[in-house]
């Protein structure tokens, strides 16, 4: 049955000794049950955060020491560049690789499956041959299509905002270990430093996971379809698909063009974020620069009817 909502911040002693649960911060009924369902699914232990950027942030502070270095790959998520930026002034070093080839010498590597926008998928074999532990960045390809620590990293990493969560309704991260003492380790760290989740956002996981498989095969299916329709479209210069997940980018020919797409769509919104079963668009050079081309759009399909969604697509890029 449904696990109830627990909002309470503290929780009476048990004749006297401190139980399962006692204060918020360190740990709350549906926080663990969502950590529960979310580690059987990935294969691992998952430990939640109040977002995706605070479970980046506790692994590098964590796990690492000031000086040490992290090999990033080069079309990973915008804002871990940005979070890495951030900690250069705590003396956290970074370098960008190409994470299809072999990762530079580093003592972690972060890799991302399928990397956000650009969908590259890293090479597995090259980044667990390398004697750093491995985090992948799994938030667009979710636990339906790939379970990271079977292919040799150590730690996954989840923006729980996307996928999982799956409504545009809660903000929450997750990182899931291979090996138990590195979730002690972060559980303790998140104590230390207050990156909690939410109950509530812990409750609308375990709600979204239910569903996770349903709404990530239909979207998988939706996104094959739209990619092979804009491959054929005219105004289209280039797609951008892994085969598998509910995002697509493509390109048009000139930001303008671009600008007159994400705004010529009706049924699809146009605003950023990705992973809800409503369909978004939103050009990506305005948060990422010249990392992107100002004509790619990235489109984040939903469940829609891809008939529907072909439609609005196909209006919106008779304006470029
Ligand atoms: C959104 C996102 C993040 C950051 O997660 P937040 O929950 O927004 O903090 C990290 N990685 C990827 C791939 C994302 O899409």
């Known amino acids: ?13 048990v004749d006297g000794d401190v139980g399962s649960f006692y204060y918020a911060r360190a740990g709350h009924p549906n926080g663990a049950a969502a950590e529960r369902a979310l580690g059987e699914l990935d294969g691992g232990e998952a430990v939640l955060f109040a977002s995706g950027t605070a479970a980046t942030t506790a692994i590098v502070l964590a796990l690492l020491e000031p000086r040490k270095r992290v090999a990033l790959a080069s079309g990973a998520y915008y804002g871990t560049g940005v979070t890495f930026t951030e900690l250069g002034r705590w003396g956290l070093q970074h370098d ?3 994470q299809t080839a072999t990762p530079p010498e580093a003592d972690l590597v972060w890799i991302e499956a399928p990397s956000n926008p650009h969908l590259t998928m890293p090479d597995f074999e090259a980044a667990a041959a390398h ?36 409504h545009h309704d809660a903000l929450l991260g997750a990182v899931v270990c291979r090996r138990a003492e590195d979730a002690e380790r972060l559980r303790a760290f998140r104590n230390a430093t207050g990156a909690a989740p939410a ?4 409750w609308l996981l375990l709600r979204g996971l239910k569903t996770l498989e349903v709404r ?12 092979e329709r804009l491959r054929g479209h ?10 598998f ?4 980018s493509f390109d048009v020919e000139s930001g303008p063009a671009a600008r007159a797409v994400e705004t010529g769509t009706r049924a699809i919104v146009n605003a950023t974020s990705l992973g809800g079963t409503q369909t978004t668009i939103e050009t990506r050079h305005r948060w990422e620069g010249d990392r992107v081309p100002e004509g790619l759009l990235r489109l984040s399909v939903g469940l829609e009817p891809a008939e529907e969604l072909w439609v609005d697509l196909t209006n919106a890029l008779a304006r470029t």
């Open 131 to 166: 004697p750093a532990p491995v985090v992948c960045d799994a938030t667009a390809a979710t636990p339906i299509h790939l379970r990271p620590l079977e292919h040799g990293c150590d730690f996954v990493l989840h923006s729980a905002t996307k996928y999982l969560a799956g």
């Open 245 to 248: 997940g509910g995002l697509v």
């Open 216 to 227: 990530v095969l239909r979207q998988t299916e939706t996104a094959r379809d739209l990619a």
């Open 199 to 202: 109950p509530d956002a812990a």
């Open 234 to 243: 005219p105004a289209v210069t280039l797609v951008r698909y892994p085969g």
């Open 96 to 98: 960008l690789f190409d």
């Open 1 to 13: 049955m449904e696990e109830p909502l627990d909002r309470s911040t503290v929780w009476p002693y």
